[in-house]
């Protein structure tokens, strides 16, 4: 026998069954959202510190990388 969110009976029968019958019931409800992945789009005005760490070496790294003391 199939259990189904939608019928009282099948809830409260075990813990297992519930939680299966919650994420049944979660996975109707929200079809679209589980359809289409979050896009989230990174700019330097909405995330600036994020859009930095996403941005190539400054030129101020490749220097302190030819400055260096230490030569390979």
Request: glycine share 2%; aromatic share 6%.
């Amino acid at each position: 026998m199939t259990l189904q969110y939608t019928n009282p009976n099948d809830w409260g029968k075990s813990l297992l069954d519930d939680n299966a019958l919650r994420i049944e019931q979660i996975k109707a409800e929200n079809k679209a959202a589980l359809k289409t992945p979050a896009i989230i789009e990174i700019t330097s005005e909405n995330n600036p510190d994020i859009w930095e760490l996403l941005q190539p070496p400054s030129e101020q790294v490749s220097f302190l990388r030819e400055a260096s003391p230490i030569r390979e």
